[in-house]
């Protein structure tokens, strides 16, 4: 059975730091690229962040370049999203996405972990 569960979301202050995770199974994790995208109240679900499979190369959206860091442990099938500098507008749900290698193949998604940034 596939999941991924993501976790690590919580309140922090603006300038603040948090770090996701983002843990899976039932699928071959080193054959995913594996995405970041947040979703905030009222508004579509966005990409945030990529790391591809094999090489690890990474892909960022403007509005978190700088501030946030993409990884992945391939023993552990965990991929983490370190979020720095954080701010209001970064306030979201998270979620988690494998996308296969290859355009033919498919994709899934975590249930999210939400991220409140705030004063």
């Known amino acids: 059975q596939v999941q991924l569960v993501e976790s690590g979301g919580g309140s922090v202050q603006p300038g603040g730091s948090l770090r996701l995770s983002c843990a899976a199974s039932?699928?071959?994790?080193?054959?995913?690229?594996m995405n970041w995208y947040r979703q905030a109240p009222g508004k579509e679900r966005e990409f945030v962040a990529l790391?591809?499979?094999?090489?690890?190369?990474?892909n960022y959206a403007d509005s978190v370049k700088g501030r946030f860091t993409i990884s992945r442990d391939d023993a552990k099938n965990t991929v983490y999203l370190q979020m720095n500098s954080l701010k209001p507008e970064d306030t979201a749900v998270y979620y988690c996405?494998?996308?296969?290698?290859?355009?033919?193949?498919?994709?899934?998604w975590g249930k999210g972990t939400l991220v409140t940034v705030s004063s």
């Open positions: 996405k494998a996308v296969f290698w290859l355009p033919s193949g498919g994709n899934y």
């Open positions: 039932g699928f071959t994790f080193t054959s995913y690229h």
């Open positions: 790391i591809t499979n094999g090489a690890g190369n990474t």
